[in-house]
């Protein structure tokens, strides 16, 4: 019973309220992963590289100099 | 002024005097007291910071929860945007080259001076590791520190990934359609008016039809063709002297004697591999009786100058006068005569030179006619090249002449020729430029007007691995494959045609500039990737091949030839030409000699300025200067003084108009009132690497000049303020009041002279025989125990074994503000230290790396036994037990070990060697360290590994001929050995047995596994 008061008693935040917190919450830590970072990384143009051999090329088996 | 210091001034100080002083900089000679003070600290100013507890802040607790909550949200928000790693599996289908773990080899070419005949060394298809070809006929197994670094290139996190197009100030990317159609179009609508297409040299016959091609589609196309440093002055000399070819190369192996005449042959000039190779022919320390004599006379200490046997200092607007001068007393005394009114003894009063050792010159020259050689220097002046040539002539050296050059397949456009194209430009008639992987905005004279002439022209294309100069001043930027990603073929040789395979495929949205020209002649056909790879081989099938009457299918032979590298060929090389002396009436009289003279010069590792993005090349100490990241003024002890400027204060040049304000480095050995400046520095637009370093001296080249384009009568006069320029070369001393003058009393550096060593085998050791005692017990090594020897009469100091390690060791470039610090990384580094006086130096270098001791102090002293001694003689690093405390740095003798203050791949600019391109260089079978970890030399441990792994799948002994250093394997001089010291046979055991090997600091007691060869000078025996 005791229980029950204190919940009604409590401060309780509404539901629009609570989405809208988590929406701006949400949007504050994207717009802070995204931007500001970002303006003191490198302005790199290279992400994700692939290394592709070229089929073409002949190789050797392996390093033929000796050590005289 | 003690007497010493009085003694040392005047030049009484020389090797082979008793107990020479050595001294590595002007600084460390006068005893500077900065020098003293910093030599009393094991690390540089600034390079610790003491922990003082009143210099804390006195951040409030509440603030400092506060502070950390909001770091660690920050830090988790922009951790969100993690590193992609890679797949977790990386081969679902598994290429079929591919052995995950096992190397694969690819021969190519690279379009260096060197030969550029290069093995590349990749590892799940990634190329990690440049060596020379060995079957290559030129490079014989060894490439240029240039070659070595162009790796880098590769993985250039700042290459152009995709088509640029201008857009108001900046640029758009595009795509490659559009780029082409665009492009097509606008070359087509060109009309009457003239396309032109600069290029640098083209030695490639598929390359040079693709040209022709493009020029049959756009008939009003032209090819010019430069090259900042070339030998067209030379060239020229020999065609006055001789009527047709090229200049010679020589066989500097045959020559008994050498003068080199302001020329660079161990550095810049020609293929320094090559010549270097030839040249310790004649320093086998096992063949006494015939070694080589070098003199130089040269106006400022070149690599081939710190190996001299003799040097001049002789300002270089005076080497005319002095090769007349040397004509008439060699033509007096082998009666053929006089050609002008000079005098030996004359010139040498004029310009202070010893009388004495010019005698000792003109003699030798005399008695080894026939088996000597006189050498000019690219910068000087036509007459001096045609007096040169004579002289041989009248020597009879004639027969040391190689006439193997091929020469470029579209002759160098002159000064005059590139001077109409701008003027055209200017007048409107030209429709199109395109740089076909050139920068003539950078390179060419001012005089020619490029940079303004190129804002008239309506089309301008740029066809460039990197942002350049010209690339900024263009209308289309396409980027264009590296060389590792090309296809191609070279004939710079008579005898031989190179060729080039791609090791990798494009690693971004690039393709080889020759497809592209291709591409812009076809009507309506669509770009494929093997365009340029079909039409090269149709080219070789139609055109090569048949003439090499191969006695096999075209298929088989292409695979041969990729794989081999090169293809042979049976060409006549016999050159008949004989001298024209109507030409010696042009020479007789030399230019007055007066003020001050500027030679302009290539640098040994940035060339032209095209390797100025290159971070191991800005970082590797210059051979000579030990500079970094920069260029400089280099002038005498006199005319700093007569100028009243110190190292680094600004002298104002001023050429016809033109001006250069550069900071001077004062260079022991330069000669007065003359200044050098190596060109390639003073970038604008490049990569973040090289943009804004040194000064950009092309400038100053003056195509009108009475002696040459890059030697130039100028003004010089004191510049307001000064500017820092970095040198390495008082790094790693440290002496206290106990080890002052260590060098020579510790017996460094020891050398000797040739005559000693034959008299007296043993002069090097005795009476400086001792018994060295140790308080530890003695360790038999019983099995395979590595060790190195190294062979000072072969090391010409020219760094190729620095970047090889730098790149076979993942070694960080750390920047200029750092090495300023003293914490450059190289795990190999070359000591140069001068004998002799300011004016009149001898150098001495000394290769310096971890000594392995088998006593190692350093082991002693590491709280956490991260450094630790292997059976087989190595002194190793355990680097995840390594807490940094920096004891054993402390406790080297040898200052080998390199501390990580950072971690420089993230420190150095902003991350810049993080990036996911830039980490695809790196060695994966080498731990890329982090900070606080100190690192040093292994004896590239992987690759011992690697062969002991090998050793046990074979089921055999390891053996220590199999395996190689990477330093070793550069070296192009084969001066470092590397192998087991318990087997007799091998040449690192011999070595160590040899009269002339000595330890560094041997007294220590320490033990070291690298044993040094001394050097022998070829002076003559009698004093001078």
Not at chain 2, 382 to 406: D, M
Request: glycine content about 6%.
């Amino acid at each position: 019973m005791n229980i029950q008061n204190n919940l009604h008693t409590a401060k309780t935040i509404n539901r629009k309220n609570f989405f809208s917190k988590v929406s701006k919450s949400f949007l504050g830590i994207l717009l802070i992963s995204s931007f500001p970072f970002n303006l003191f990384g490198r302005n790199s143009s290279s992400k994700n590289i692939k290394v592709k051999i070229n089929p073409l090329a002949v190789k050797r088996e392996k390093d033929v100099r000796k050590n005289d | 002024m003690s007497e010493r210091m009085t003694e040392i001034l005047k030049g009484v100080n020389q090797p082979g005097e008793k107990e020479p002083t050595y001294w590595k900089s002007l600084k460390q000679l006068y005893n500077d007291p900065e020098f003293i003070e910093a030599s009393h600290h094991e690390f540089k100013e600034g390079v610790k910071d003491d922990f003082e507890v009143s210099k804390l802040s006195g951040i409030s607790r509440r603030k400092f929860l506060a502070l950390l909550g909001a770091s660690a949200a920050l830090a988790g928000a922009g951790c969100a945007d993690y590193r992609d790693r890679g797949e977790i599996i990386p081969y679902n289908k598994k290429p079929e080259e591919v052995l995950p773990g096992v190397p694969n080899y690819y021969a190519s070419t690279l379009n260096c001076k060197c030969g550029g005949g290069v093995l590349v060394k990749t590892r799940e298809g990634r190329p990690i590791k440049i060596d020379g070809n060995p079957d290559h006929p030129v490079s014989q197994g060894k490439v240029c520190a240039k070659c070595h670094a162009s790796i880098l290139g590769l993985y250039d996190p700042e290459r152009i990934p995709h088509p640029l197009k201008k857009s108001g100030s900046g640029f758009e990317k595009i795509f490659w359609d559009r780029a082409d159609n665009e492009i097509k179009a606008a070359l087509s609508a060109a009309g009457d008016k003239e396309i032109a297409v600069i290029t640098h040299s083209i030695y490639s016959p598929t390359s040079y039809k693709v040209l022709q091609d493009f020029v049959s589609k756009y008939p009003s196309a032209k090819i010019y063709s430069y090259e900042l440093f070339n030998e067209q002055v030379r060239n020229s000399a020999w065609q006055k002297s001789y009527g047709s070819g090229v200049a010679p190369l020589i066989n500097w192996d045959e020559a008994k004697i050498i003068l080199s005449l302001e020329g660079d042959f161990l550095g810049t000039d020609g293929n320094q591999i090559e010549n270097s190779r030839r040249f310790v022919k004649g320093r086998d320390i096992n063949d006494p009786k015939n070694f080589n004599r070098l003199y130089v006379v040269e106006g400022n200490m070149s690599i081939t100058g710190m190996n001299a046997d003799y040097r001049f200092r002789l300002r270089p607007d005076a080497q005319l006068e002095f090769v007349l001068a040397l004509i008439n007393e060699i033509g007096g005394k082998l009666n053929s005569g006089k050609i002008s009114n000079y005098s030996l003894s004359s010139v040498a009063e004029k310009y202070s030179l010893s009388e004495e050792k010019l005698k000792l010159l003109v003699n030798d020259l005399i008695i080894n006619r026939g088996s000597s050689i006189v050498y000019a220097g690219n910068i000087l002046s036509e007459k001096t090249h045609i007096a040169v040539n004579y002289l041989n002539e009248i020597l009879g050296n004639t027969k040391l002449y190689r006439h193997e050059l091929a020469e470029p397949l579209i002759p160098l456009s002159s000064f005059n020729d590139l001077k109409r194209l701008t003027s055209s430009m200017k007048s409107g008639r030209v429709g199109a430029v395109i740089h076909f992987d050139s920068n003539p905005v950078y390179h060419l004279p001012v005089d020619v007007g490029y940079e303004d002439a190129i804002k008239n022209v309506e089309l301008v294309v740029s066809l460039t691995e990197l942002e350049s100069e010209s690339s900024f001043l263009s209308h289309y930027v396409l980027p264009i494959n590296h060389a590792l990603e090309s296809w191609g073929d070279y004939k710079t040789r008579k005898g031989f045609y190179s060729m080039q395979q791609p090791v990798v495929s494009p690693v971004l949205d690039t393709r080889q500039k020759e497809a592209i020209l291709l591409n812009w002649t076809r009507d309506n056909s669509e770009y494929s990737d093997n365009l340029y790879l079909d039409y090269l081989k149709s080219n070789w099938q139609q055109n090569i091949f048949p003439a090499l009457n191969a006695g096999m299918s075209f298929d088989i032979f292409w695979v041969g030839a990729l794989h081999d590298g090169v293809v042979l060929l049976n060409e006549p090389k016999a050159f008949s030409g004989s001298f024209n002396t109507s030409v010696l009436s042009e020479i007789q009289t030399a230019d007055n000699v007066s003020g001050f003279v500027v030679a302009l010069k290539e640098h040994p590792f940035l060339s032209d300025g095209r390797y100025a993005n290159n971070g191991w090349l800005q970082e590797l100490p210059h051979p000579v200067s030990k500079i970094t990241w920069d260029n400089y003024a280099a002038i005498s002890n006199s005319t700093a003084k007569e100028l009243g400027v110190e190292n680094n204060d600004f002298v104002n040049i001023e050429v016809e108009g033109r001006s250069l304000k550069i900071p001077v480095f004062i260079q022991p050995g330069s000669s007065d009132n003359t200044v050098t400046i190596e060109l390639g520095y003073g970038r604008t637009h490049t990569g973040t690497v090289g943009k804004g370093n040194g000064f950009n001296a092309n400038v100053l080249i003056s195509p009108g000049s009475r002696l040459s384009p890059f030697l130039i009568s100028a003004k010089v006069t004191k510049g307001d303020g000064s500017y820092k320029v970095v040198t390495a070369q008082e790094h790693h001393s440290f002496d206290d009041d106990l080890t002052k003058d260590a060098i020579e009393k510790r017996g460094i550096i020891q050398e000797g002279t040739v005559s000693e060593y034959i008299e007296n085998p043993e002069f090097l050791h005795e009476g400086k025989e001792h018994k060295l005692t140790s308080l530890y017990p003695g360790y038999e090594y019983t099995g395979l125990k590595w060790g190195m020897s190294i062979d000072l009469n072969k090391c010409t100091g020219c760094s190729e074994c620095v970047v090889a390690c730098i790149s076979e060791n993942n070694i960080p470039v750390v920047g200029k503000d750092q090495v300023d610090m003293g914490r450059e990384m190289h795990w190999i580094r070359i000591d140069r230290y001068y004998s002799g006086s300011v004016d009149e130096p001898t150098v001495s270098n000394q290769v310096m790396l971890c000594q392995h001791c088998d006593n190692a102090p350093c082991e002693n002293v590491c709280p956490v036994v991260a450094t630790t001694h292997s059976p087989d003689g190595l002194n190793q690093m355990v680097y995840n037990r390594c807490v940094g405390t920096r004891y054993c740095a402390n406790n080297c003798p040898y200052k080998v070990r390199r501390f990580n203050f950072f971690n420089f791949r993230d420190h150095y600019d902003n991350g810049y060697q993080l990036e996911q391109l830039f980490s695809l260089v790196y060695n994966p079978e080498v731990t890329v360290r982090s900070r606080g970890v100190m690192e040093k030399c292994t004896f590239c441990i992987q690759r011992i590994m690697k062969a002991r792994e090998d050793a046990i799948r074979d089921n055999r002994e390891l053996k220590g001929s199999d395996v190689t250093t990477a330093c070793q394997d550069a070296c192009g001089t084969s001066a470092i050995s590397f192998g087991d010291i318990n087997d007799r046979e091998s040449s690192v055991s011999k070595a160590r047995e040899h009269h002339l090997a000595y330890h560094v600091l041997e007294e220590l007691n320490v033990r070291p596994n690298v044993t040094y060869l001394a050097k022998l000078r070829n002076t003559h025996k009698e004093r001078v």
